[in-house]
């Protein structure tokens, strides 16, 4: 697969957590388009079980689509901090605990499409209570399913958040292969 040379890049937004460009691309087939890109830093993603092999979910209100949504426990990588050490304070702030066991389960890209943003994923064992404060404009419930629950809560749609499917199916995947 041929790569698309980058001619030109124009700045069009720069934001406090994103930035937009609009990169003139030269086509292997020699014709050139554009093509308009979300810079986001990358982000760690968390599936946190606790010892009842619950799922602790975070449920918060999302303005880009207008509703509540369960989530996993997620936060963007600030600067310095390795996706280790992201993940560890991301649940410390959104859910309150400290893993005593953390595993690195793979990663996704958000939307390459359109962003650049790269999504670690993380399963956290052996939570110890542990609480950081959080974000202030972050209105966080905690909500634990049973991960035995979580497969049917995303086929109705009551966990439709891309990042945490993933990680979950990623997490009830490799358990399977655990046991068989």
């Known amino acids: 697969m041929s790569e698309e040379k980058t001619i030109e890049t124009k700045n069009i937004y720069q934001g406090r957590i994103i930035s937009v460009k609009d990169d003139t691309v030269l086509l292997p087939n020699g014709s050139t388009t554009h093509r308009e ?8 993603a968390i599936v946190a079980l606790d010892e009842n092999d619950n799922v602790l979910l ?4 999302r303005k880009p689509v207008e ?15 390795t ?20 595993e690195r389960i793979g990663g996704v890209y958000a939307s390459p499409g359109y962003c650049n943003e790269f999504l670690y994923l993380y399963l956290a064992t052996d939570l110890i209570e542990s609480k950081l404060k959080g974000d202030d404009d972050e209105n966080i419930e905690i909500i634990r399913a049973p991960l035995t629950e979580i497969p049917q809560m995303i086929a109705s749609g009551q966990i439709c958040d ?14 399977k292969q655990a046991l068989a």
Do not use: C
């Open 58 to 61: 975070v449920k918060q209100y």
């Open 83 to 102: 996706p280790d050490d992201s993940a560890k304070r991301e649940l410390q702030e959104e859910i309150g605990y400290l893993p005593g066991r953390m």
């Open 67 to 81: 509703k509540a949504l369960l989530e996993i426990p997620a936060g963007g990588i600030e600067a310095g901090e």
């Open 162 to 175: 891309a990042k945490s499917v993933a990680a979950l199916f990623t997490v009830i995947m490799n358990r």
């Open 37 to 44: 890109i979300v810079e986001h830093a990358d982000v760690v």
